[in-house]
């Protein structure tokens, strides 16, 4: 069996803002949101949540579940670092309680290198079938307030086991890829909001989906159809839709044909991006994990194409077959449950909070207990970052 996905957990923050609130504070139509991008609520982190405590949580059941044992390579794989040196993998390697013997570091380009660490990962268990590597996607999508990109904010986490002998997707071989130097999205160091030209990233993306498909296509000989499920990275939800349908007309597919066919194939991997925003590097998988919780049909044995898109840029079009018996190891409850019970801000609420800067002056600062997972952020110390446990 191909080395591939073992398990797959999700995590977001517990607080959200409703678009429909953000529509009536900045004068805009809310059908521009949940019809025009198809979105409707985007997750908000409190000052005690960042991308490593997204991280830990979206890690702990899969770590509660099968341990830590035997987990000897770890990649964070972000486009919000916290730290230009330290990886932010170390700051839960002991909230996590992973072994010392263990490799570990920070990947990024943009939205894609979660794709490159799950291919890191597998060519890793491959070659020592009795090692375990974990993959972790954490981001906070970050726009200025009032600014076109407001309302595909999000936040959110992945975490992925990656075994030799996976239980519930085996990665394929063949992919294609593309690469470009391009200014579509950026984020300047010293900013902490990202900088995007909308529609210029629109464009660059289909055109990096079609040329990797190409690629893929001269590898395998397979067309679109050939797939029970495509899933994409979503910056939001109508940018997969469209990107299915490109890939559609490459396969010769008649226009009144294609929407129905990218609802077959699509439509049940958008729930949870539509109730999060954008997570960056998470999203694809967090795609994936949602249509592992939400099909209705059974997808033993069935073969799912992924399409990873990072800005600036780099696409990657690749598949795996899922595995029989899938359902009894995913996290479903835990993921319902999470994204019921989280709770609602106010306008006013969000933009506080997005208006607290974390201090710089390497004074201690402790931040107060807002409701969040298993693990937090409690404070700064002399510049260091402090995490505990929730108790």
């Known amino acids: 069996m191909q080395a591939g996905i073992d398990r797959i957990s999700f995590y977001t ?24 991008i198809g979105q409707e609520i985007m997750g908000m982190p409190p000052p005690d949540e960042d991308i490593v405590t997204m991280a830990a949580n979206a890690a702990k059941p899969i770590i509660d579940e099968v341990g830590a044992e035997g987990i000897d390579l770890v990649l964070f794989c972000t486009e919000s670092s916290i730290d230009q040196s330290k990886s932010a993998g170390l700051f839960l390697h002991s909230l996590l309680g992973l072994q010392t ?30 090692s375990k590597a974990l993959v972790l996607a954490s981001d906070i999508a970050r726009y200025e307030l009032g600014s076109p990109g407001e309302p595909t904010q999000g936040c959110g986490a992945v975490a992925m086991l990656v075994t030799a002998d996976p239980a519930i997707l085996s990665l394929d071989d063949e992919y294609g890829a593309y690469s470009e130097d391009v200014m579509d999205f950026w984020r300047p160091n010293y900013r902490g909001e990202a900088l995007v030209d909308g529609k210029y990233s629109t464009r660059i993306y289909l055109n990096a989906v079609a040329e990797s498909w190409r690629q893929y296509k001269e590898q395998t000989g397979r067309t679109i159809l050939d797939f029970g499920r495509c899933c994409f990275h979503i910056p939001f939800t109508n940018m997969a839709a469209k990107a299915h349908d490109r890939l ?24 949870y991006n539509r109730l999060t925003g954008n997570t960056y590097t998470a999203s694809l998988y967090e795609g994936l994990a949602c249509l592992l919780d939400s099909s209705e049909e059974l997808l033993d044995n069935q073969r799912v194409s992924m399409f990873s898109y990072g800005s600036g840029c780099v696409g990657e079009f690749f598949s795996g077959r899922i595995n029989p018996g899938y359902r009894n190891v995913i996290y479903t409850d835990i993921h319902k449950r999470l994204l019921n019970s989280r709770s609602r801000l106010t306008v006013q ?12 002056d390497g ?10 997972g298993s693990f937090r952020l409690a404070g700064l110390q002399a510049h260091k970052r402090m995490y505990e446990a929730v108790t």
């Not at 570990?104 to 939205?111: D, F, M, S």
């Not at 559609?248 to 729930?271: C, D, F, M, W």
């Not at 609420?349 to 710089?360: A, C, G, S, V």
Request: proline share 3%.
């Open 363 to 372: 004074w201690d600062h402790s931040f107060g207990e807002y409701r969040t």
């Open 248 to 271: 559609l007309r490459e396969n010769g597919i008649p226009k009144e044909e294609r929407k129905a066919i990218t609802e077959r194939q699509v439509n049940e991997s958008l729930g």
């Open 13 to 36: 923050s517990r607080y959200y803002l409703d678009l429909k609130d953000l529509a009536e504070a900045r004068g805009a139509d809310y059908n521009k949101y949940s019809i025009g």
């Open 101 to 130: 013997r263990c490799r570990l570091v920070e990947l990024k380009q943009a939205c894609y290198s979660a794709t490159v660490g799950l291919r890191m990962a597998a060519l890793h268990v491959a070659a020592s079938p009795a």
């Open 349 to 360: 609420q969000y933009e506080d909070i997005f208006n607290l800067n974390i201090p710089t």
